[in-house]
């Protein structure tokens, strides 16, 4: 089973860009990597997913090495609402392999004003 | 397209009382997740269900704790005889297939005095 290791929390404020790096050692071949944002009462929200290299969505991108041994959540201009908790997951993709992904505690983004 | 839906978004229970939270997935999903979160702790993976077959219990206690998603209605996670450490969200998510993109309900906040 892969585990990830990430930050406990980090700082910014508004209009900065947050990146957030996530270590995966243990990743394998047919691992992706994806991140969660969860909001206090709420449940996680899907960010982005990606396997190798970058990959950018309107909300962030995703920066992978090319040993995926970590990967890097850009957030780019971060506001107020940014402020939650966010998660880094590796696992399968492919039928009946979401079991094996394991949530550790993700980093907890404060931006200030 | 209505989300994950749960409900009830809040139960209280007295010890020994018998907790069961529901599930509705995305309108077409046909996997289901349940996670347990403690307060300030990561999500914890509770049980992976298909309609009408459970795939992954290993999260589950192996007492008190069973789940289902039958062919019709929504998924039931049920705790008997519950306890105070059953105190805590629950989460349920949906996935159209077995990838990563795991879209969550609201929880349900489970008490038990």
């Known amino acids: 089973l892969a585990k990830t290791t990430q930050p406990i929390s980090m700082d910014s404020y508004e209009g900065q860009e947050v990146n957030i790096t996530c270590s995966h050692n243990?990743?394998?071949?047919?691992?992706?990597i994806t991140w969660y944002q969860q909001f206090p009462s709420q449940g996680p929200r899907f960010i982005i997913q990606?396997?190798?290299?970058?990959v950018t969505n309107e909300v962030a991108s995703l920066f992978i090495p090319a040993d995926r041994k970590s990967s890097t959540l850009s957030l780019p201009r971060v506001s107020l609402s940014d402020t939650a908790v966010y998660y880094c997951?590796?696992?399968?993709?492919?039928?009946?392999?979401?079991?094996?992904?394991?949530w550790g505690l993700g980093t907890s983004l404060a931006v200030n004003p | 397209n209505a989300g994950v839906m749960q409900n009830p978004r809040h139960l209280v229970r007295r010890r020994g009382q018998e907790a069961r939270l529901r599930c509705s997935p995305v309108?077409?999903?046909?996997?289901v997740y349940w996670y347990r979160q403690l307060p300030e702790e990561g999500l914890k993976f509770m049980v992976y269900?298909?309609?009408?077959?459970?795939?992954?219990e290993s999260g589950m206690p192996k007492e008190r704790f069973s789940a289902e998603f039958p062919k019709e209605g929504p998924s039931i996670l049920r705790i008997q005889q519950v306890v105070r450490g059953d105190s805590a969200a629950y989460f349920c998510?949906?996935?159209?297939?077995?990838?990563?993109?795991?879209?969550f309900g609201p929880g349900t906040r489970l008490t038990v005095l």
């Open positions: 269900l298909q309609k009408e077959n459970i795939i992954d």
């Open positions: 997951l590796v696992g399968a993709s492919g039928a009946g392999n979401n079991r094996k992904l394991i």
């Open positions: 998510a949906s996935s159209l297939w077995g990838n990563n993109e795991q879209f």
């Open positions: 309108k077409g999903h046909s996997h």
């Open positions: 990606g396997y190798k290299t970058k």
């Open positions: 243990n990743i394998a071949t047919n691992d992706y």
